[in-house]
T-cell receptor
Framework: EAQVTQNPRYLITVTGKKLTVTCSQN?????MSWYRQDPGLGLRQIYY???????DKGDVPEGYKVSRKEKRNFPLILESPSPNQTSLYFC???????????????FGDGTRLSIL | RKEVEQDPGPFNVPEGATVAFNCTYS??????FFWYRQDCRKEPKLLMS???SGNEDGRFTAQLNRASQYISLLIRDSKLSDSATYLC?????????FGAGTRLTVKP
């Protein structure tokens, strides 16, 4: 089954404790992206990657890191989480690597992070 | 001004009603357009792409007006199962811009 898989689905942790949210897709997609969703603000892009070893900042990259060492994986790293990073996070992927702009994205189930 | 703007709603309509959502975007160079549906606490799912000539998928019709920079979604004969938040999505070359969503509740 074609899918985007995120882990964990839920996490409650404390300020400053490094965490990683994994994202994996099995569709051989070139474009991958991370979003956070907050009430009233909609989905905001954190980072995106057009292909292996190519990553770029989205609209709200502060406090986050990503890597793209393999095509299928795109982990989101919070080196020192803070309460304002409490949010619902989605990973997404799409086929196109030439900008992803003309392809719809497929989303993972989401990760709900609470930073205390 | 937000890059993609939607009326947040909520829209509360009876079953069988026709309802329309609009979405405006600010970047005239935007390349492609989509409507997504998101159920509460779930991931967004592609509902339909929006083509320049307009397109229909069953009870759903999408329109694009590039001159006025807006897209629309029309839902005919609303079902209870149509209750969800509808996200307008506008793509540039390298990014995807989401509207904040319009919430629809269809009531018996």
């Amino acid at each position: 089954e074609a899918q985007v898989t995120q882990n964990p689905r839920y996490l409650i942790t404390v300020t400053g404790k490094k965490l990683t949210v994994t994202c994996s897709q099995n569709m051989n997609h070139e474009y991958m992206s991370w979003y956070r969703q907050d009430p009233g603000l909609g989905l905001r892009q954190i980072y995106y990657s057009m292909n292996v070893e190519v990553t770029d900042k989205g609209d709200v990259p502060e406090g986050y890191k990503v890597s793209r060492k393999e095509k299928r994986n795109f982990p989101l790293i919070l080196e020192s989480p803070s309460p304002n990073q409490t949010s619902l996070y989605f990973c997404a992927s799409s086929l196109s690597g030439d900008g992803g702009g003309n392809q719809p994205q497929h989303f993972g189930d989401g990760t709900r992070l609470s930073i205390l | 001004r937000k890059e993609v703007e939607q009326d947040p709603g909520p829209f509360n309509v009876p079953e069988g009603a026709t309802v329309a959502f609009n979405c405006t975007y600010s970047n005239s160079a935007s390349q492609s357009f989509f409507w997504y549906r998101q159920d509460c606490r779930k991931e967004p799912k592609l509902l339909m792409s929006v083509y320049s000539s307009g397109n229909e998928d069953g009870r759903f019709t999408a329109q694009l007006n590039r001159a006025s920079q807006y897209i629309s979604l029309l839902i005919r004969d609303s079902k209870l199962s149509d209750s969800a938040t509808y996200l307008c999505v506008v793509n540039g070359r390298d990014d995807m811009r989401f509207g904040a969503g319009t919430r629809l509740t269809v009531k018996p």
